[in-house]
């Protein structure tokens, strides 16, 4: 079954991306480092090139057909991505740079409502984008900060997140995927039981839109927030959703042009959603790119991908149990890959993560290795750094077998020489 998988996906798709055909030191590259950021497909990048060399002009601004043609090509992406997350209205898609921009851009505007005593639930899971946003929003504002724990087995603590539920909870911002355990938190039941006390829910989904469906109306989250290169797309390309009424609530969080209805010397009218949130020349080439890479994923299918990547999961994790000295964190997947997805935060001992990634690189293997933007998880984990290996549905069984092959090498490396 999984040799089936694999030809149409991971085989199939191969020669889509142009970077992974090329050698690291003299051997094939295997790029397992993509909960940092993924590849991009030709397509991708000839849409690029296709802005830049026949549509290239600023948006919105201009009657001229090169500023037609942008203008479409922008928008159109917009739909793109209301259509990939399943938004009620292509108004709910507000461009950023990154997803860590569309979260400062909620704690700056909607933000902006919280008083003294409200309360802000977190986990210690988060990643620092979806952490300082909100100590600077609680500094700001003598707001408390609140957060979830691990269970047992290293996941969200539902039990204990309800506990800490409200009537002075106002906000509650989690990760629906963590970039570090890989465990899948059930982001539907959380805006459920946040709802029930009249809180507002966020969801950081920047590790869960690359790899399985999303609907943010079954879901419910109030906001969810994208990065575009985690998922065949450019940098420096996100997005925010938010639900349309609350959105048109909230004040506008940068000022300048574009995002004005007119404009006198001593005050301003807005435009209306989304432009109202997206200040100056934006990312034109990045969001067309943006729809490009949606358009890429959707043609694969998500479920497929998702599918593809528990098998990728079970082989992953069956094979790192041949390496005793390594301690995963997070969650064990089941049988079938489910339950978490393709990631491996590990240690091996007291081989430092930094000096297994370099031996490994050596090998044409990319991993990473650090705290991955999770220093209070990892301070909670008791680990300084860990080591990551993150599959993406363009990598293959083979690849994994590499990656096994000179992490054994490393870790028998190092024991030799801390034996």
């Given at each position: 079954m999984t040799i089936i998988q694999e030809k149409t996906i991971a085989v199939k798709v191969r020669s889509d991306f142009p970077i992974l055909h090329q050698q690291i030191h003299g051997k094939p590259l295997v790029y397992l480092d993509n909960a940092a950021t993924s590849q991009k497909p030709i397509a991708v990048l000839d849409a690029l090139r296709h802005y830049y060399e026949f549509d290239?002009?600023?948006?919105?601004?201009g009657v001229h057909t090169l500023s037609?043609?942008?203008?479409?090509?922008?928008?159109?992406?917009?739909?793109?991505?209301?259509?990939?997350?399943?938004?009620?209205?292509?108004?709910?898609?507000?461009?950023?740079?990154?997803a860590t921009e569309a979260i400062n851009l909620v704690a700056y505007s909607w933000g902006s409502t919280l008083k003294s005593g409200d309360e802000i639930i977190l986990s210690v899971m988060e990643h620092h984008s979806n952490l300082i946003p909100w100590q600077m929003l609680a500094q700001r504002t003598g707001a408390v900060l609140k957060f979830v724990g691990l269970t047992e087995t290293e996941e969200f603590d539902f039990e204990q997140f309800k506990s800490l539920l409200s009537d002075k909870t106002k906000i509650v911002s989690v990760v629906h995927v963590s970039n570090?355990?890989?465990?899948?938190?059930?982001?539907?039941?959380?805006?459920?039981?946040?709802h029930r006390?009249?809180?507002k829910v966020l969801i950081d989904a920047c590790q869960s839109l690359p790899h399985?469906?999303?609907?943010?109306?079954?879901?419910?989250?109030?906001?969810l927030v994208g990065s575009g290169h985690k998922m065949c797309a450019p940098t420096g390309i996100g997005f925010l959703y938010g639900k349309l009424d609350l959105l048109r609530s909230m004040p506008p969080f940068l000022g300048g042009g574009e995002m004005i209805a007119d404009v006198f010397l001593d005050h301003a009218t807005y435009a209306d959603l989304p432009h109202k949130f997206e200040a100056g020349t934006p990312a034109i080439a990045e969001a067309i790119g943006l729809?490009?890479?949606?358009?890429?994923?959707?043609?694969?299918?998500?479920?497929?991908?998702?599918?593809?990547?528990?098998?990728?999961?079970?082989?992953?994790?069956?094979?790192?149990?041949?390496?005793?000295?390594l301690?995963?964190?997070?969650?064990?997947?089941?049988?079938?890959?489910?339950?978490?997805t393709a990631l491996a935060a590990f240690t091996a001992g007291d081989v430092h993560p930094h000096d297994?990634?370099?031996?490994?690189?050596?090998?044409?293997?990319?991993?990473?290795?650090?705290?991955?933007?999770?220093?209070?998880?990892?301070?909670?984990?008791?680990?300084?750094?860990?080591?990551?290996?993150?599959?993406?549905?363009y990598n293959t069984r083979e690849e994994i077998d590499v990656f096994i092959a000179s992490l054994k090498e490393a870790v028998e490396f190092f024991g030799g020489i801390f034996g």
């Open positions: 290239n002009a600023n948006v919105h601004r037609s043609r942008a203008t479409d090509s922008y928008e159109g992406a917009r739909d793109k991505v209301a259509a990939f997350v399943n938004a009620a209205s292509r108004q709910e898609i507000v461009y950023t740079r990154n570090t355990l890989g465990c899948i938190n059930p982001a539907k039941e959380i805006c459920a039981e946040a006390h009249g809180a399985m469906a999303i609907d943010v109306q079954d879901m419910d989250c109030d906001w729809g490009a890479a949606v358009d890429y994923l959707t043609n694969i299918g998500m479920d497929k991908i998702h599918a593809y990547e528990e098998e990728l999961t079970a082989y992953l994790f069956h094979k790192l149990k041949e390496i005793p000295e301690h995963i964190y997070g969650p064990q997947p089941n049988a079938d890959g489910s339950g978490r297994l990634s370099t031996i490994l690189d050596q090998a044409g293997v990319a991993i990473r290795a650090g705290h991955h933007c999770t220093q209070p998880l990892h301070r909670h984990l008791k680990a300084q750094s860990t080591a990551r290996a993150s599959l993406y549905f």
